[in-house]
């Protein structure tokens, strides 16, 4: 429900909001050198700030994204293939021809196999029993993709993993397709753990602000929660007249703005005045 208090801006019903704990320790230091009970304001004012001025704003959900990914991906752990040696020299040898390596060549394989496993049970059966097996190369590789084939390949038997990965290997040798955009695309995934923000706050906002939101979000395929950290980390890079800002969005009528900004500078000149 919507409620007015003197001096203050309309707000309405609070909206949960999670940032990551440096995050929000930086805002609440970034409040509190403004003054008391000043967090909300300080949300208000960087999120009217970026529905004011969405210019960059895609572009800024892309690289905060990125960050993202970057900071959540899932280390690759390395499988062992024992192959012939002229197999082993054909895949280097592709490698090679597209400048990449062995291990971003069997991320490529792995993510088509499991596009389409298809019929492998029979070659996997065979590659079971096939010997001159006298060369190894070691790849790097989700942790996803070697646990999705043990289970493949654990369907059919015991033991039967290194034999499913070879059959993944030739397939790509026998049908290398489009591997220049394949490496462009699928090499750079990884896994990714969940996304945790547990440092939770609510946060009052007045119905135009949250609907302008709600707004550009839908134009830019985001949502509120994250156009709000967006809005977030611009204030915290980019504070410009953020002390006058917060301000304003505390102070609505001209009646109480000349007490409250004296209040505010009074309190202000007593934290100047203070001893470290």
Known sequence: MTHTRPGRIPVGDPIGLRFDPETKRRLEQMAESIGPRRF????????????TKPRGVGRGLAEQRRLSEALRAI???MVKIKLEPETAHEFAALAADHDTTVSALMRV???RFQEAPGRYKHPM?????????SDRI?????????????QLAGRYGDKLGTALFRVVLRRLLDEPGDLAGDLENIVPL????????????KVAFDDPLRDKLDELA??????????VRLAARRVLDQPGLIEQAVNNEIIRSEKHKAHLLARHARR??????QPD
């Open 40 to 51: 909300g304001a300080l949300i208000r004012v960087a999120c009217r700030r970026l529905v």
């Open 268 to 273: 202000q000149a007593r934290r100047d005045t």
């Open 109 to 111: 394989a792995l993510h």
């Open 75 to 77: 280390p690759l752990v």
């Open 125 to 133: 059966l065979r590659e079971a029993e096939r010997t001159g097996l």
């Open 218 to 227: 839908a134009r830019v395929g985001s949502n509120r929660a994250e156009l």
């Open 138 to 150: 070691d790849v790097m590789v989700n942790p996803s993709s070697k646990e999705r084939i043990w």
């Open 190 to 201: 990884r896994d990714l753990r969940p996304e945790s923000y547990p440092a939770a706050i």
